[in-house]
């Protein structure tokens, strides 16, 4: 690997700064991997400025020519897929394989978009008034995009992507711990010949970065992915400037899983998306409300799911499943395991660290049962690979504790009943629902969640929307 973390400023990629350089840390080893520079507010201050200057072009130019750039661009990054995969395998601890279907997947991001940059249309009507009264959508204007490290390739994408097909120029603030894999995807826009200013990204600590964001007037959209928590305190900035936002925040997601569901293709369904990315995954399944006729036989379905992960190096090829990304993670998933058993669940598998692995962030894929509903976990994102079990006698009780969270991003239910799938599918309180799968998130349809899950949505045709302002003219001919 030969490249280093880098930022983007009007058009300039840059390695230094007068700030001290960060570590960033392989979550497999942890080793040092590289530095990477940090930005400031005068970092931020130099990237308005550009920002502000390519937009007055940028926004005027034609759709189809934004989807041309945009279609290049998924070109580049198909031919890259393995030197960004790598970059990314290393820095968050996804095995490699699965590194690289996150940066195929990206191609179809940017490729879904671009149509839609060719579909930003617009109304017209008679005025009662007389004349003539038109609808049109315009870009929003300078937008920052600040986004996490568990998808550090998809998460820029849906950031990128929808701002530069509606017109705007954006600036990205790539999650810290994955510098490289953001900077390897923003040259992909370089090359294919975005303008200078268009695009922007700025590295470093995020209190520094987005204070000078939200303190300035001339950004007018937020879009940001992140923990509840973190998402409140940018609202609450954002409200000081009237500033747009979307966010994409925290999840609890349930599972229902009836009496006369397939067992088999629950569990597997559940655990494909409950351990990948070692379980760092917004709408992971965590929150499993079982029949208590079919329990048992859905636990033991579900360990042998979690027992058949292989826990290893992220370059390692047999491995399924790496490390968690911080030693921080992993201690709060400690905790809440701790705290799960002192209310009385039991641990059916894993809880406990790999014995054969001294060094990395590691937690072994994990069956919980017999969770109580005031145990810590099954109010508190775990964001890792721990699966939380618990029983119900009615459905309506289940749907009601599936609910009663803040959270409302994903739930899934598994019935062979009609008439359970609809109920599940209207009751359930989430932005996304999968029945009898956990589809959650593709291309063609929106993404968002309720409730403190957040408000706004990626994808679809209503993506593009979200970088949009809606101007009504009302004209009439001078007499």
């Known amino acids: 690997m030969t490249h280093t973390p880098q930022y983007l400023i009007g058009g300039t990629y840059r390695d230094t700064t007068d700030q001290p350089r960060l570590n960033v840390i392989n979550p497999c080893t942890e080793d040092v991997l590289w530095t990477c520079p940090q930005c400031g507010p005068e970092h931020v201050a130099e990237a308005v400025a550009h920002a502000k200057e390519a937009q007055k072009s940028w926004g005027r130019t034609h759709g189809s020519d934004r989807a041309v750039l945009l279609r290049k661009t998924a070109d580049i990054l198909g031919s890259r897929v393995d030197e960004i995969a790598r970059a990314l395998s290393l820095e968050i601890g996804r095995p490699f394989a699965q590194a690289q279907n996150e940066v195929r997947r990206g191609t179809e991001i940017l490729i879904w978009i671009a149509g839609e940059a060719e579909r930003v249309f617009g109304e017209t009507m008679t005025s009662k008034a007389g004349g003539r009264v038109s609808i049109t959508r315009e870009p929003v204007g300078i937008v920052a995009g600040i986004t996490p490290w568990n998808f550090p390739v998809g998460q820029p994408l849906q950031k990128l992507g929808p701002a530069l097909a509606a017109g705007c120029t954006i600036i990205l603030r790539p999650a810290e711990l994955a510098p490289l894999t953001s900077t390897l995807v923003v040259k992909c826009f370089t090359d294919a010949g975005f303008p200078d200013g268009v695009i922007q990204m700025l590295h470093g600590a995020p209190q520094q970065i987005s204070e000078a964001i939200f303190a300035t007037d001339d950004i007018r959209k937020i879009a940001f992915t992140g923990s509840t928590a973190v998402g409140k305190m940018l609202l609450g900035e954002a409200a000081k400037s009237v500033k747009r936002s979307s966010m994409e925040l925290g999840g609890h997601s349930p599972v229902i899983v009836c009496a006369d569901a397939d067992i088999e293709h629950a569990a597997a369904q559940t655990a494909m998306l409950k351990f990948a990315n070692a379980g760092q995954v917004c709408i992971a399944p965590t929150r499993f409300y079982l029949d208590e006729s079919i329990a048992e036989e859905f636990t033991l379905a579900m360990i042998k799911q979690a027992e058949a992960r292989v826990v290893g190096d992220s370059q390692d090829p047999s491995s399924t499943m790496g490390p968690l990304a911080h030693a921080v993670q992993r ?63 009615d459905l309506e009780d289940a749907i009601e504790r599936a609910n009663a969270s803040e959270y409302g991003l994903a739930s899934y239910a598994f019935s062979s009943d009609l008439s359970q799938c609809e109920q599940l599918a209207r009751d359930l309180e989430a932005g996304v629902v999968g029945i009898n799968n956990v589809e959650a998130s593709q291309h063609e349809t929106p993404f968002g969640g309720t409730k403190a899950s957040g408000f706004g949505r990626e994808a679809g045709r209503f993506g593009i929307q979200e970088y949009l302002n809606v101007k009504t003219t009302h004209l009439t001919w001078p007499s």
């Not at 998933?333 to 001294?358: M, Q, S, W, Y």
């Open 331 to 393: 201690q709060k998933l400690e905790e809440l395991i701790e705290d799960a058993v002192k209310h009385g669940a039991r641990i059916r598998t894993g809880g406990d660290r790999p014995a054969d692995k001294n060094t990395g962030f590691y937690l072994n894929p994990t069956v919980l049962d017999q969770v109580p509903d005031d145990a810590r976990i099954m109010h508190e994102e775990p964001f890792g690979p721990v699966a939380v079990l618990t029983t119900f006698k």
